[in-house]
């Protein structure tokens, strides 16, 4: 069979072809005589099968959306509360550009916003690097999430640093404030160098869908940054990531997001995928006014909202079956699917609302796929309550679900493979 997604993708790219609405970023020389009619997606699932459609060739600028990736190295290489020191999280609902700095701590708002990612540029790497390392620390970050070497294109760096007073006044007024405690135009020059690489939507989409799959590239495997810095990456990109439209495009599409005024425009969808788009015409946000579009359709075709969650499945407690007789009788809670908050708290509350009867207590794992930290923990309470209760606790458990089954104090389990091996044929009827 042909898997009929290239169909629709190529189908969406269709539906927004029309739209010539928008114009290309024009402070950027470089931009601004980039042909606008280009066109393409991407997708990328969490375990790296990438589609794409139009124009999947054409190579463009980064921009802004080397802002998370270059966070989530600071956060990776100074530690969060080196960085959130220097850079705050709240959302601006300023322009991308604008001059603002909370008004306390003189922090950027946001590392989304310039005057955040001009300070994220200055955190990557170890303390004290010299700005060519940093640089080369930042290709090669930016390069890791992408799965191939990035190249800089020097035409648009040379065409942006020209001209770029205002960065130069956001890093000028950094300085001033002790953020970064650098040479303004070093700081500037680098950050610009970052926006001039060179990508196409293949490489964003697996750049975000290593966002998507914590933090590992699903088609090299290797790990760029660890789950926590990921989190508070994507998080970022959801209050953040698109400026001050970010309100309607959480609400409206609803996937961490980020845009580049090049065209470019990434999402991550946490556990599922990374999808990017590009096409040169902005909106007057600095969005691509296509992409965007793109976006919206592709939410409410396939369900993307992070909020859209899933009618709840089955229950966790799939359902309590007594074998055997007498002092071999033994009760087993079989339970299924993945055991996160919800899901364990419905087994303690089953074990609070019908005490087992039985002295003998198994709780079947077979038909469970996951459990999360949160329920691993209630798990081995529910557990050590038991024991404590008096009862004799085993796990079925034999693909081990549920590591390091360790109860704690006063608790005890026995593990086992089958059920059979807790009751005697014979005493089963
Ligand atoms: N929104 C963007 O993509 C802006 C990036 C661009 N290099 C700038 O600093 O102006």
């Known amino acids: 069979m042909r898997s009929p997604i290239p169909d629709y993708l190529a189908e969406a790219l269709r539906s927004v072809e029309a739209d010539q609405s928008g114009a290309t970023a024009d402070y950027i020389p470089e931009l601004a005589n980039a042909d606008p009619d280009r066109l393409a997606v991407a ?12 124009d999947c060739d054409a190579s463009f600028s980064i921009q802004s959306i080397s802002k998370p990736f270059v966070y989530a190295l600071a956060l ?17 609902g300023d322009a991308f550009n604008e001059m603002s700095l909370e008004p306390i701590t003189g922090r950027p708002l946001n590392p989304m916003i310039n005057a955040g990612s001009i300070t994220a540029h200055t955190l990557a790497g170890p303390r004290g690097a010299a700005p060519h390392d940093r ?14 070497r990035l190249e800089m294109d020097e035409a648009v760096f040379e065409s942006e640093i020209r001209t770029a007073y205002r960065n130069r006044a956001l890093a000028n007024m950094l300085r001033a404030n002790d953020i970064i405690d650098e040479d303004p135009l070093v700081a500037v020059t680098g950050y610009t160098r970052q926006c001039s690489l060179a990508v196409t939507v293949d490489d964003l989409a697996l750049m975000a869908a290593t966002l998507a799959n914590r933090g590992v590239n699903p088609v090299t495997g290797a790990p760029v940054v660890p789950p926590a810095v990921v989190r508070q990456t994507l998080s970022v990109m959801a209050t953040c990531g698109m400026y001050d439209a970010a309100g309607d495009w959480m609400t409206r599409v609803g996937i961490p997001a980020k845009s580049g005024v090049a065209g470019g425009l990434i999402g991550a969808l946490p556990g599922q995928a990374g999808i990017a788009t590009f096409s040169p015409r902005l909106d007057r946000h600095g969005n691509s006014v296509r992409g965007v579009e793109l976006f919206r ?6 369900g993307m909202h992070l909020m859209d969650v899933p009618p709840a499945g089955p229950s966790v407690v799939r359902g309590r079956r007594v074998f055997g007789k007498g002092s071999h009788a033994v009760v087993v809670v079989s339970l299924q699917g993945d055991i996160r908050f919800a899901g364990a708290e419905r087994i303690l509350r089953e074990f609070e609302d019908d005490p087992p009867a039985q002295k003998r207590v198994a709780i079947s794992l077979l038909r469970v796929s996951t459990v999360g930290d949160v329920g691993r923990r209630m798990l081995l309470d529910a557990i050590r309550r038991l024991t404590l209760d008096g009862h004799d606790v085993y796990l079925i458990d034999p693909d081990r679900v549920l ?7 006063g608790g005890r389990v026995t593990v086992v493979g089958r059920r059979e091996d807790l009751v005697p044929r014979e005493t089963i009827d």
């Open 135 to 148: 640089f080369d620390r930042i290709v090669d970050g930016l390069s890791a999430f992408a799965g191939r």
């Open 297 to 302: 359709r592709f939410t409410s075709d396939m």
């Open 76 to 92: 990776a290489d100074r530690g969060f509360d080196e960085v959130l020191d220097k850079v705050g999280v709240e959302p601006s």
């Open 43 to 54: 997708f990328c699932t969490e375990d790296g099968r990438r589609y794409s459609q139009g």
């Open 403 to 409: 590591p390091d089954p360790d109860p704690g104090d």
